[in-house]
């Protein structure tokens, strides 16, 4: 009788163990398992602590871990492009010191998750576009939502669609690169 117990326990332990692992006794379950996990959201509460530029800022977890967070479908101008500090004021005045709803599916090149922050019922990303202080990315995010905010904000000449041609970033970056500064 104890060998059943200890039997049955030492199976539970070890199911519980592959759980927490990310393994199954079922190789083909196993590949299933990790596309599932990969295409869960994450999401936390933190506080922002720093807005890096107009589309990245870092934020403190609840467990005190700082993370850097990249705004998800944006691309805001860089630091010594025309509009670069607006753009990143812009960002300031949204959300500096203030707790943010921080959801994710991947993480870009730079181990960033790649986001959508909301501050309040305020989604930061569709407003940073909406108030004319970032481009829709649209070569990774295909969004409707995003792409119309971008076309009314040029329309009707917001923060950076005042200029007569704004240089968008990733041509910008392209243009302006050293050996030390990745393309992001």
């Known amino acids: 009788m104890n060998r059943l117990v ?12 592959n759980t927490l692992l990310g393994q199954t006794a079922d190789p083909s379950k196993e590949t299933a398992t990790k596309q599932d996990v ?7 509460t933190a506080k922002v602590t720093k807005v890096i530029d107009g589309d990245s800022i870092k934020v403190c977890s609840a467990d005190g871990k700082e993370i850097e967070v990249q705004l998800e479908g944006t ?23 203030s707790d943010v709803r921080v959801t994710w599916k991947k993480k870009d090149n730079f181990d960033r998750p790649l986001a959508q922050v909301y501050r ?10 909406r108030t004319g202080h970032a481009w ?4 990774y995010n295909q969004s409707k939502a995003l792409a119309d905010l971008e076309i009314e904000a040029k329309k009707e ?6 200029a007569e041609n704004p240089v968008a970033p990733w041509d910008y970056r392209k243009e302006n690169r050293t050996p030390d500064k990745p393309d992001r």
């Open 38 to 44: 990969k295409e869960k959201d994450e999401e936390m």
């Open 157 to 162: 000449k917001r923060g950076l669609w005042k």
């Open 75 to 97: 691309d805001a101008p860089e630091a010594k492009q025309e509009h670069g500090k607006e753009s990143s004021d812009a960002l300031k005045k949204l959300l500096f010191d």
């Open 136 to 139: 829709h990315f649209k070569r």
């Open 6 to 17: 200890i039997g049955c326990w030492l199976t539970a332990s070890l199911l519980w163990a």
């Open 120 to 129: 309040g019922e305020t989604h930061v990303n569709a407003e940073m576009i």
